[in-house]
């Protein structure tokens, strides 16, 4: 299994333009999740989706926006991008079968935006 | 008041010293309480889970939760140089079936040779 992949590992982005980050898992989780980390901070919850077709804002979706329509796939779209968009982003996964299921993260795409 | 605080370090040992880690969360009701480690440039990793009130031991780590005073800790027994990394806090909260985390900022810890 690959676990969690995420692409692109890294992307320079001009102030305005669009962009998609893909995060697919292959371990038939039915959680997904989009996390931010800006430098010397924890993970922020972007968006996260509990299953094929249902998505649902975290604590900091303004400037996001995530579709989920198969199990595997689960991509986060940047419209209009800003400098504080500038951060690392991680894509995880999980089988939730109750509250100590933990989450498997991806490598993180590192986005910059000038 | 952050939802969970973490003293962001770093925090420095010597080689073979036992390293405290601490984290504190302000919603009562929390039920699961996760300890992930992160090289730097790396994704988190799971190191433990603890969920019951007590201690709970695995290798080198120990997980310690205090429900009362909403407190729970990491230590690390013989700590090693490639125990370097950040360590986050993170926490399940009560109205939460969806799996989502509140993460703390993380602690950066030192092993020194």
């Known amino acids: 299994n690959a676990g969690v992949t995420q692409t692109p590992k890294f992307r320079i982005l001009k102030i305005g333009q669009s962009m998609t980050l893909q995060c697919a898992q292959d371990?038939?989780?039915?959680?997904m999740y989009w996390y931010r980390q800006d430098p010397g901070m924890g993970l922020k919850l972007i968006y996260y989706?509990?299953?094929?077709?249902?998505?649902d804002k975290g604590e900091v979706p303004n400037g996001y926006n995530v579709s989920r329509s198969t199990t595997e796939d689960f991509p986060l779209r940047l419209e209009l991008a800003a400098p504080s968009q500038t951060s690392v982003y991680f894509c995880?996964?999980?089988?939730?079968?109750?509250?100590?299921?933990?989450?498997?993260f991806g490598p993180g795409t590192r986005l910059l935006v000038l | 008041q952050k939802e969970v605080e973490q003293n962001s370090g770093p925090l420095s040992v010597p080689e073979g010293a036992i390293a405290s880690l601490n984290c504190t969360y302000s919603?009562?009701?929390?039920?699961?309480f996760f300890w992930y480690r992160q090289y730097s440039g790396k994704s988190p990793e799971l190191i433990m889970f603890?969920?019951?009130?007590g201690d709970k031991e695995d290798g080198r780590f120990t997980a310690q939760l205090n429900k009362a005073s909403q407190y729970v800790s990491l230590l690390i027994r013989d700590s090693q140089p490639s125990d370097s990394a950040t360590y986050l806090c993170?926490?399940?909260?009560?109205?939460?079936?969806?799996?989502?985390?509140?993460f703390g900022q993380g602690t950066t810890l030192q092993v020194k040779p």
């Open positions: 371990m038939n989780h039915n959680y």
């Open positions: 993170a926490v399940n909260p009560p109205t939460s079936n969806t799996g989502k985390l509140i």
């Open positions: 989706s509990v299953g094929a077709g249902i998505t």
């Open positions: 919603d009562r009701g929390s039920q699961s």
């Open positions: 995880a996964s999980s089988f939730l079968r109750d509250t100590k299921e933990t989450q498997y």
């Open positions: 603890i969920y019951s009130n």
